[in-house]
């Protein structure tokens, strides 16, 4: 009796309270239904499954066509040259150091101790020779092999760049306008070569940017009189420094020759020009935006010659008989130039001409693809105020517009990486290195400054100072990177011997090694 009356209360329960028992027999069918049609849904309506995106960086095209069995080069040295696109190769080390955590051998500044010839206690982190392993060495310096040989080890692949130097001159002159004396003297770049030596003292800072760049910043003295068996002695000994010399107007054919020696993907040489100036004509110059003091660290501009007001931009016209008297004036220059241009295109050839048009085909199709995906406006560089970003505005200095450019809104975190360290400016890139390579334990705090300067140069001097010594040692960098003298009796690493006087660096020439 008590079990029937158990069974008669269950089946009121699942009836009355529960529904009736058809209905979840009905329920489980219509849910057996639903995942089998989901489960054949995945099985074959495979266009329903959207894959995640993959960052162009991570695409096969990145790599480039094979280069057999060899091991990337890791020891890398580069004499960053003045205005020869060396900025823009300044970028492609930063961008594959930084992706492999290797170290930098960074300035204490921005410039390690440029004018002056580079000594090795300029080096950040330095602690004797071969005591740290430093991988990669390219801010400007002017070069002094002896001493480069402390910091870097003895596997080191040394490369450079130059340019034709009436190229190089313009450049110049629209630069540092303002900054060497002899540019500033001369109404615009075609007076300045009729008659360079009536604007030209070698006493005067900063006027190794008016006469024979490149030769001294390969470390020799620009202001030797020209002879053959003088540059002959000069190209030799770059020769025996430097494992490659690329060439500014074959920009593209460098890459892939510093490709192939470096053992590096593609991707590693595709670069967006940087650090390019304007060519329009500019009616506002001089040194501006939250970067001015760091740009005049890097431009090595101090005193007076650095109180830039707003001026029209320079007269860069030349006739074909003011290019040839500036290649005279250039002579230095412009047979290491002819030189070493000769010797790039007979490494073309032992290349293979064919090879090298195919390989610059890729190369080109590669950039216009990172193009596409990193950048606003179709990749056109575009004036830094127009930047939104203010972080990677460029620079600028001297009387024209440095150009820059903007990322493409809406990428993914590892696309956005990938294209922000190919645009990232040279300034504002070495201060990201600087702070992974040496993190900063204590908040960071201003320094006093100390009395200001005559120019630019005071605030550049405090106002990135930090209470630590490392930060005291870099406002040394600065200032002499601003044309501080040295201690009489010292030598380049040509042989010449340093003369120290009143505000000026004068060279006896010795006998070259």
Known sequence: MLFRRRARMLRWLVCGRLGPVWMWKALL???ALAF???????????????PAARSIFSSPDAQGPSLGSCHPHTHIMFLKTHKTASSTVLNMLYRFGEERNLRFALPLGYQLGYPLPFNAHRVKGYRGPRAVEFHIMGNHMRFNKPEVE???PADTFYFSIVRDPVALAESSFAYYKEVAPAFRKAKGLG????DPRKYYDPRLRNNHYARN???FDFGMDHNANFSVALAQRGKAMIRRAFKLILISEYFDQSMILLRHALCWPLDAVVSFSLNARQQKPSSVGGLGGSWMGKAVAAAGVGGRGARLQAKS???LSLTEDQREKLRQWNALDWYLYKAFNKSFWEEVEKFGHAQMEQEVALLKLRRDDLARVCLRDGGKPVEAQRIRDRNIRPFQSGLVKILGYELQPGLDNATRTACLRMIRPEI???????????PRVAPAVLAPAGPPGPGPMGAAGGAFLRADSSRTAERLGVGEAGGRTVEEGGRDWDGSRLKKTNQTLLEERGRLR
């Open 191 to 194: 007076d300045f070569a009729d």
């Open 150 to 152: 402390k910091v870097m």
């Open 428 to 438: 504002q890139y070495k201060d990201v290195l600087d702070t992974k390579q040496f």
């Open 29 to 31: 069918l219509f849910v």
């Open 313 to 315: 931009a320079p007269n």
């Open 213 to 215: 760049l490149l030769w």
């Open 36 to 50: 089998a049609g989901q489960l054949l849904g995945v099985i074959f309506n495979k266009s329903s499954v959207q």
